[in-house]
């Protein structure tokens, strides 16, 4: 299986299968409802729209395929350059899609008619996943150089890089305040990252022992220099 969702009110499962099948089921039976047909390969990947009324779903055929849950019907196709999709996710608005593959980009599209808004790239490492922050003004993506991205979602100007893992990085999820990020690593771990400033300066006064230098305020807290002390 390739992954499973449930629509937002809770009442049905939708699955991707390897078997280039997406199932939707009923929560409370578990019986099938129906079957979307389309796909020429496996599905590896889904995402359901923020009102539940559309679906977007990836495989290893260089298509997502956008779906009307309410006629059944294909809407459209996203045409990606990688052969394989790993993960989608809507805006938190539905009004973009982001799609991670196995290439060097992570690229955003209109979720209304599948043109590229914009493509996240500048990085070593294949794509692993992408998310949306609560309030959809940033996008974490994953990579298989062990590291993770934030984001600007409107300009797609990149702000940081996490670093931690050992291995490959996928999944990526925003707490439901926006100001964590948790990341699953190929090296059996999962990290937790604080993406507020101040949050980040008390974690780092209560672990180290002197004075950071300029190049690790640059680094590590993102600013030109360190903060005065009080």
């Given at each position: 299986?390739?992954?499973?969702?449930?629509?937002?009110?809770?009442?049905?499962?939708?699955?991707?299968?390897?078997?280039?099948?997406?199932?939707?089921?009923?929560?409370?039976?578990?019986?099938?409802?129906?079957?979307?047909?389309?796909?020429?390969?496996?599905?590896?990947?889904?995402?359901?729209?923020?009102?539940?009324?559309?679906?977007?779903?990836?495989?290893?055929?260089?298509?997502?395929?956008?779906?009307?849950?309410?006629?059944?019907?294909?809407?459209?196709?996203?045409?990606?350059?990688?052969?394989?999709?790993?993960?989608?996710?809507?805006?938190?608005?539905?009004?973009?899609?982001?799609?991670?593959?196995?290439?060097?980009?992570?690229?955003?599209?209109?979720?209304?008619?599948?043109?590229?808004?914009?493509?996240?790239?500048?990085?070593?490492?294949?794509?692993?996943?992408?998310?949306?922050?609560?309030?959809?003004?940033?996008?974490?993506?994953?990579?298989?150089?062990?590291?993770?991205?934030?984001?600007?979602?409107?300009?797609?100007?990149?702000?940081?890089?996490?670093?931690?893992?050992?291995?490959?990085?996928?999944?990526?999820?925003?707490s439901l305040d926006g100001t964590r990020?948790?990341?699953?690593?190929?090296?059996?771990?999962?990290?937790?990252?604080?993406?507020?400033?101040?949050?980040?300066?008390?974690?780092?006064?209560?672990?180290?022992?002197?004075?950071?230098?300029?190049?690790?305020?640059?680094?590590?807290?993102?600013?030109?220099?360190?903060?005065?002390?009080?």
């Open positions: 299986m390739g992954g499973v969702v449930f629509t937002p009110d809770g009442t049905r499962l939708i699955s991707a299968g390897y078997d280039k099948t997406v199932r939707i089921w009923d929560v409370a039976t578990g019986r099938e409802l129906f079957t979307l047909l389309g796909h020429a390969g496996g599905v590896h990947c889904l995402a359901i729209s923020p009102d539940g009324t559309r679906l977007v779903t990836g495989g290893d055929e260089s298509v997502a395929i956008v779906w009307d849950l309410a006629s059944r019907q294909e809407v459209f196709r996203i045409p990606v350059q990688s052969k394989l999709l790993v993960q989608a996710a809507f805006s938190p608005d539905g009004t973009r899609i982001g799609l991670a593959s196995n290439d060097t980009s992570v690229r955003i599209y209109d979720a209304a008619t599948g043109e590229l808004r914009m493509s996240l790239s500048g990085f070593a490492g294949l794509g692993g996943g992408v998310a949306w922050s609560p309030d959809g003004t940033r996008i974490a993506t994953t990579y298989a150089d062990n590291t993770a991205k934030i984001w600007d979602a409107v300009t797609g100007q990149p702000l940081f890089t996490l670093y931690g893992h050992t291995g490959g990085v996928g999944w990526p999820a925003f990020l948790y990341t699953a690593g190929g090296d059996g771990t999962v990290r937790l990252y604080l993406l507020r400033l101040e949050e980040l300066v008390a974690l780092a006064r209560s672990r180290v022992t002197r004075s950071l230098t300029t190049e690790e305020c640059q680094q590590y807290l993102h600013l030109d220099g360190c903060p005065v002390q009080p």
